[in-house]
């Protein structure tokens, strides 16, 4: 069964309908630089620059993979990102197959102080793997998964996406945690924490990470891990892109039986306060082998829903039982929770998150759904198929991790609450973000502290890092004190 026939063969995968539909991403295929004129660039503190056309050659020469510059017929496909709002226009991508190429580009770049913007799958929210007149350096070709079952692990490149890292770990009968929509990419996914279905049981992708290859600021390529300049592999498991370009991912894989309990059950809008007012008491103590997030949405006729996801991870007689309560809530519209395969779960919204839609979004870390949190999240429901909240459930192993363990420290949240807007029309910008902030407003107080990896507005590092900020100031000043890689969640480098 090809991704298509998934989305469409899991009817109570409602999400996939309560969002626009957009096609999918297009192949790359690698060409050779032209450089005929002289190139306007941008500097880090703004200034203009002009790129002496022999470097701009001299630096496609000396890569493996293109250097694209405006004009070229692949550029308007390669600088387009997945959030439709971002329409930016660097001044060349650097579309690099190794980690050679991105030490050849990083190093370009910080010898002029070059605007740089670094792309792995593309899904920043706010758009910050493009820039206008910097350099682009693409990962999008070095995607390569590779898995050794022997010693469970899985290397991923720094621009492979999410449904390769699921899908070659599958083949071995292995998996790791991986995110909700398969075509988000894992680099920027795993650099600010990585929540997945399975987290409960296996932590965020960062406590699965056990090495990585890294490009710095001085286009030095550096093995890290644990055991090797382990200050700067704490950093980057939390810390975004502020630390270099990751070209490999080594991550830990989980033995895993990819045909479990997993679906969706939907009840109208109208029942959301009994399903939710159940879930707050229920869930808290339930297994790790159990993931149940809800989402509130509404379909494009107009029915308002609210949905749980359900995977359970282990024996599907005891996943039975532990779920049985939760069936008998109200009235369902439909319960589409049955055996099925891993993947149905890991595509199903791939449709309606598809590439170019225009899109907003705003969320925060809540450790307990009081009453009051209920009531918000009833108040903020706006009967429109643009706009709809959804939940990343945590709790388990990502709350056993030491909050100073790894530079990610919202560990005490057991969900992440998110408003999210998705529209096709820029006439619809500024109506569709006013209602989610408002929405979000409603949201807010029972929150503390937001997940990097999906704020649109995010600019209050120094706050949301809290106890982590310090010690990734003294790495970022330590590895990269011009910040060159200022175009993510951005951290002071200490001087
Ligand atoms: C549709 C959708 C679904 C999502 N679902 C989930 C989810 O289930 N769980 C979750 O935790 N998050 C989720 N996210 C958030 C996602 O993790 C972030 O948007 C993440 O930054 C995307 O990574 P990317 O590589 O695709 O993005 P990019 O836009 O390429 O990069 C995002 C940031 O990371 C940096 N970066 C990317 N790759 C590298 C690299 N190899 N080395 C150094 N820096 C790099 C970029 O410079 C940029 O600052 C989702 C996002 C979208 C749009």
């Known amino acids: 069964?090809?991704?298509?026939?998934?989305?469409?063969?899991?009817?109570?995968?409602?999400?996939?309908?309560?969002?626009?539909?957009?096609?999918?991403?297009?192949?790359?295929?690698?060409?050779?630089?032209?450089?005929?004129?002289?190139?306007?660039?941008?500097?880090?503190?703004?200034?203009?620059?002009?790129?002496?056309?022999?470097?701009?050659?001299?630096?496609?020469?000396?890569?493996?993979?293109?250097?694209?510059?405006?004009?070229?017929?692949?550029?308007?496909?390669?600088?387009?990102?997945?959030?439709?709002?971002?329409?930016?226009?660097p001044a060349l991508i650097a579309r690099c197959m190794n980690s050679q190429d991105v030490s050849n580009a990083v190093t370009f770049a910080q010898e002029r102080e070059l605007l740089t913007a670094v792309r792995g799958g593309g899904h920043s929210w706010p758009g910050k793997s493009v820039c206008d007149d910097g350099i682009m350096i693409d990962l999008s070709l070095l995607n390569a998964v590779s898995v050794d079952p022997e010693v469970r692990r899985a290397t991923a490149g720094g621009g492979a996406l999410l449904y390769g890292l699921d899908s070659a770990a599958l083949t071995h009968g292995l998996i790791t945690t991986a995110g909700v929509v398969s075509h988000t990419g894992v680099g920027g996914f795993t650099l600010g924490g990585g929540f997945g279905r399975l987290n409960r049981k296996y932590g965020l992708a960062i406590d699965n990470l056990r090495s990585a290859e890294i490009v710095t600021a001085d286009g030095k390529v550096r093995h890290i891990s644990d055991d090797n300049e382990a200050d700067l592999f704490w950093a980057i498991r939390g810390g975004g892109g502020n630390f270099g370009v990751v070209t490999a991912f080594e991550y830990q894989l989980h033995p895993f039986k990819r045909n479990l309990l997993s679906g969706n059950i939907v009840w109208p809008v109208a029942q959301a306060r009994d399903v939710l007012e159940f879930y707050a008491e229920w869930y808290p103590g339930k297994s790790d082998e159990l993931y149940v997030g809800p989402t509130m949405a509404t379909m494009p006729d107009g029915t308002g829903i609210i949905l749980m996801e359900?995977?359970?991870?282990?024996?599907?007689?005891?996943?039975?039982?532990?779920?049985?309560?939760?069936?008998?809530?109200?009235?369902?519209?439909?319960?589409?929770?049955?055996?099925?395969?891993?993947?149905?779960?890991?595509?199903?919204?791939?449709?309606?998150?598809?590439?170019?839609?225009?899109?907003?979004?705003?969320?925060?870390?809540?450790?307990?759904?009081?009453q009051e949190l209920i009531d918000a999240m009833i108040e903020s429901y706006v009967n429109d198929p643009r706009l709809a909240l959804f939940t990343h459930t945590a709790g388990g192993a990502v709350k056993r991790v030491g909050e100073m363990d790894t530079a990610f420290p919202h560990r005490n949240a057991e969900t992440m609450i998110i408003v999210g807007g998705g529209w096709l029309d820029p006439a619809d910008d500024e109506s569709v973000i006013a209602m989610s902030r408002e929405r979000y407003q409603k949201l807010e107080p029972y929150t503390g502290g937001y997940y990097d990896n999906i704020d649109f507005d995010g600019a209050k590092a120094i706050n949301n890092y809290g106890p982590v900020y310090e010690r990734l100031s003294q790495i970022k000043g330590a590895y990269d004190p011009m910040n060159l890689f200022r175009l993510n969640s951005n951290i002071a480098p200490a001087t």
């Not at 190139?39 to 470097?55: D, V």
């Not at 496609?60 to 017929?73: A, D, K, N």
């Not at 809530?329 to 929770?337: F, L, N, T």
Request: overall charge positive; glycine content about 8%; aromatic content about 4%.
């Open 310 to 370: 359900v995977v359970y991870n282990d024996d599907p007689v005891a996943g039975e039982k532990e779920l049985a309560p939760l069936r008998k809530i109200g009235k369902p519209m439909d319960d589409g929770v049955k055996m099925q395969d891993y993947l149905v779960m890991q595509t199903q919204q791939d449709a309606a998150f598809g590439h170019g839609v225009r899109s907003y979004i705003k969320n925060g870390m809540v450790k307990t759904i009081t």
């Open 1 to 89: 069964m090809d991704r298509r026939s998934f989305c469409r063969t899991t009817l109570s995968a409602s999400i996939a309908a309560a969002l626009p539909m957009l096609p999918g991403c297009e192949k790359q295929v690698p060409v050779a630089v032209k450089v005929d004129t002289a190139i306007r660039g941008i500097s880090l503190s703004g200034a203009e620059l002009e790129l002496e056309k022999a470097a701009v050659r001299e630096l496609g020469e000396s890569m493996t993979g293109p250097v694209l510059l405006s004009g070229h017929p692949q550029y308007d496909s390669v600088r387009r990102v997945w959030n439709g709002m971002h329409d930016k226009r």
